[in-house]
């Protein structure tokens, strides 16, 4: 281990960084491929982070003396509506941590723990949970804190332990008295309640039809269109490459207001949220946007993106078109209204077609408006012959917002 080992609180500038370790976070055992980092973008992964700040979110990084970054620990509150795979209850704080590959066995995940639990002691809180693959050997570090099996999520192991000051078992007795009952705390609990501005910064492609304008008076229809991770960065020509935009750019008469932002290259369109719909809000107050005629579509982690821009923000949306993308099933009611038309390749190795197969099941069931078609020779690739499709464009403009 590195001589120092400095751990400190999460600054607003380590986002990116807790978004790498949730994806070092998650197991695969030795000899299998990894999960495609697009999993970030599925709403029961990206929740772990979206909004980070929320009162009761707790994050401390691991920073060796030269300053490098070598891993992180999360705490955050659920509840019953929105658990986390770790869910115990919602007052118990579900604990995340990784630690850098290259780093591992070396005493970091020791040092985080501890840090975790003094805080975690000195907010009063009694105990702290967690999700782990039974396979993963960070299951040791975990049960020498003192956690313990309550129960199984799919098929990881659900922990708890009740919070030590030192956070090592049998160190000390736990602590169960809350802070009001504890006269020598010298901590009283408060809370913050104040609004707060957030700057956002998006690039984007705008597109306006040849005739916008020859026709003053005319309202038009609007795309949203979420690139896909392999066209992150700072080069916004990068996003031409696949659907909506390379199509415009080829097409001046394309009869649509095209808007093509581009994900910065450390981040996922969960962590864009604000940023796209506030996008979007400037679209409409700048141009002859018709606001009954908004649609969403996006391609693999766009097609992550869309689904979860339409449960975040379900009437906004007259129609909306995730491509080889999906979304835990337990959203589709918060969608169920919304004239979805889903697209992915049967042969899809990157997102499995199982992606987008839960959530449409889980809308045909509640007699969600959901249309779905698989290419049976497409892999991954599910986007172009969409894209290329006149009928896609008829079935979007045959719906509006009543």
Not at 147 to 158: A, D, L
Not at 291 to 304: A, F, Q, V, W
Not at 331 to 348: L, S, T, V
Not at 382 to 401: I, P
């Amino acid at each position: 281990m590195p001589e120092t080992i400095n751990i400190r609180p999460a600054e607003a500038a380590d986002l990116p960084f807790l978004w790498e370790m949730l994806y070092a976070s998650m197991y695969t055992p030795e000899g299998e491929t990894p999960l495609s980092r697009d999993i970030l973008a599925r709403p029961e992964i990206s929740k772990y982070l979206d909004d980070w700040g929320k009162e009761g979110d707790m994050a401390f990084i691991a920073v060796s003396s030269e300053g490098e970054r070598l891993g992180s620990v999360t705490l955050r509150l659920f509840d019953p509506e929105h658990p986390g795979y770790g869910y115990v209850d919602e007052n118990t704080p579900e604990l995340g941590m990784a630690i850098q590959p290259e780093h591992r066995g070396k005493g970091i995940g020791t040092l985080l723990m501890q840090r975790a639990f003094e805080e975690l002691h000195a907010a009063g809180i009694p105990s702290v949970s967690l999700s782990v693959d039974p396979r993963n050997r960070a299951m040791k570090l975990y049960e020498r804190f003192g956690f313990t099996e309550v129960g199984m999520s799919g098929t990881s192991v659900t922990m708890k332990a009740q919070v030590h000051r030192s956070g090592i078992q049998g160190a000390e007795e736990p602590i169960h008295k809350s802070k009001a009952g504890n006269k020598n705390m010298s901590q009283s609990a408060k809370r913050l309640d104040k609004e707060i501005t957030k700057r956002v910064k998006l690039d984007y492609l705008l597109h306006l039809p040849e005739a916008y304008e020859s026709e003053p008076e005319k309202k038009w229809p609007l795309i949203l269109f979420l690139h896909g991770s392999g066209e992150r960065g700072s080069d916004v020509e990068l996003v031409k490459v696949h659907g909506i935009p390379k199509l415009a750019d080829q097409d001046p008469q394309f009869p649509f207001i095209a808007i093509s932002p581009q994900c910065p290259e450390d981040s996922f369109w969960a962590m864009e949220e604000d940023a796209l719909m506030a996008l979007l809000e400037e679209m409409e107050d700048t141009y002859r946007v018709d606001p009954k005629r908004i649609y969403l579509t996006g391609l693999s982690m766009g097609g992550y993106g869309a689904w979860q821009l339409a449960a975040m923000y379900p009437d906004k949306w007259a129609a909306v078109v995730p491509i080889c993308g999906g979304m835990e099933p337990k959203y589709a009611e918060q969608i169920k209204d919304i004239p979805i038309w889903a697209f992915h390749g049967a042969k899809d190795d990157v997102v499995p077609l199982s992606e987008s197969e839960q959530i449409v099941k889980a809308l045909e069931e509640i007699g969600g408006n959901v249309k779905f078609t698989v290419y049976p020779d497409a892999n991954h690739d599910s986007w172009t012959e969409t894209y290329a499709n006149k009928e896609l464009y008829t079935w979007l403009l045959s719906h509006s917002l009543s």
